[in-house]
């Protein structure tokens, strides 16, 4: 696409959330809404869950691959969540912002406070549930996970939720049909600002 050829260098767009804030809904929203924006598709040494698809939600390795990344330096950020390994492709990321793509990056607290030192021109946004209560409920109704892992993720929300402010945009997702209109209101001017001279390259809040 023109846009994309004339463009020096892609933005990224690194979101993190709570899981059951509803980050996954906003993503696919978007992705949809921007169909030329590239998804970064993560490593993960996480076992998959039923439906997910190699490739396609994650690239599913063993620990020991994982591990192996990490010294071939392979991952351009990398962090254990919920005492999984995670991690982007370096050279994805390279790739496609030198072809002049935006990426749109679902990574957690640690991996997007990687990104952000080195690509401080990065846009972060924090998504963050409503309550406490309606995350609980979100998690338990997913039913992909047993009691056990959702105690862990709700330990580990709070902890998130304490680094919201070095985020660039926080969206609370109280009402979907706002939080998605508010995600792709905030991508799009950013995505806008490189093209038009009078709003000034970068950008700040729509
Ligand atoms: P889930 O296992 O529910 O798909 O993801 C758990 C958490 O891992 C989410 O907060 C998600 O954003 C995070 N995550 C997914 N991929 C990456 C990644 O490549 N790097 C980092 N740092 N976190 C990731």
Known sequence: MAEATTRPSGHLFIVSAPSGAGKSTLCGAARERFPNLRYS???TARPPRPGEVHGKDYFFVSEEEFKKGIEEGRWAEWAVVHGNYYGTPAEFIRNTLSDGHDILLDIDVQGA????DRFPDSISIFIMPPSQEILRDRLEK???DDPAVIRRRMENAWKEMALKDRY?????ND????AVNQFIDIIDHHRRSQHDPAMGKGGGSP
């Open 175 to 178: 009402n979907l049909s706002r």
């Open 142 to 144: 997913r039913g992909t």
């Open 168 to 172: 660039r945009h926080i969206i609370v």
């Open 113 to 116: 406070e990687q990104l952000m």
């Open 41 to 43: 598709i993560s490593a």
